[in-house]
């Protein structure tokens, strides 16, 4: 279990994405709906990072309770050990689908290394990451634990949950304008940061592609 309480956060990606939650809930519904094809009348509940749950966070089990997905139809040990992602918000539509959210408000926050406690851990986690690769279709000798690791293990959770049956979706959430995090000023500059991961990490129209969106958002939207 991995519930992990917040403060209100005062700047970056963790400020927006609970302004985006908790206030302007609509805006981010809108680019989910046009994305997914969604009809306005599919209601979309956030569950997290709720201001009435200390904006917490959640991650390893605690984020599939969260998300109602029953613990025997999932058996996420096996694929990954504790201290895995951190979901920055999580969402339920009224039809089901399940949001998984990762929020950046500048480029350099692309960019993370794998950091295993354990040797046994860094093993399973490069299984993982391999199986994923692979299904994904990925040919690059690309390291996907290294520069990108934190958008690859997203992938990996989301392969992960697919493929036992859970109709998952990863939502990335990008920023334009948080100046104070010195964030792209345009939606152009995310779009050529995005296409450089993809390039990295040998994904192009993977069997995934259509689970995964990409979310741009101005912040003068949601002050």
């Given amino acids: 279990m991995a ?108 960019i993370s290394n794998l950091r295993a406690e354990s040797t046994a851990s860094a093993r399973k986690i490069r299984e993982s990451l391999d199986e994923t690769k692979r299904h994904l279709g990925s040919k690059t000798d690309f390291d996907w634990t290294t520069i990108f690791y934190q958008y690859a293990n997203r992938l990996a959770y989301l392969y992960f949950l697919r493929k036992n049956g859970v109709d998952a979706y990863l939502v990335f959430v990008y920023f334009v304008g948080d100046y104070e995090m010195e964030s792209p000023a345009t939606a152009s500059e995310w779009r050529g940061a995005i296409k450089l991961v993809h390039a990295c990490l040998g994904i192009g129209r993977h069997p995934l592609k259509k689970h995964v969106l990409d979310v741009i958002i101005r912040t003068d939207q949601i002050k």
């Fill in 3 to 110: 519930r992990l309480a917040q403060v209100k956060a005062k700047k970056g990606s963790q400020k927006w994405i609970q302004k985006l939650v908790n206030d302007y809930p609509g805006v981010l519904n809108a680019r989910v709906w046009g994305a997914l094809n969604l009809p306005s009348e599919e209601n979309i509940e956030w569950l997290s990072p709720l201001k009435n749950d200390s904006y917490a966070e959640y991650r390893d089990e605690a984020f599939l309770d969260r998300l109602g997905i029953e613990r025997g139809r999932v058996d996420l040990k096996q694929f990954w050990p504790r201290g895995g992602p951190q979901w920055d918000a999580l969402g339920r539509s009224s039809s089901g689908k399940l949001l998984l959210v990762e929020a950046k408000s500048h480029i350099s926050e692309l």
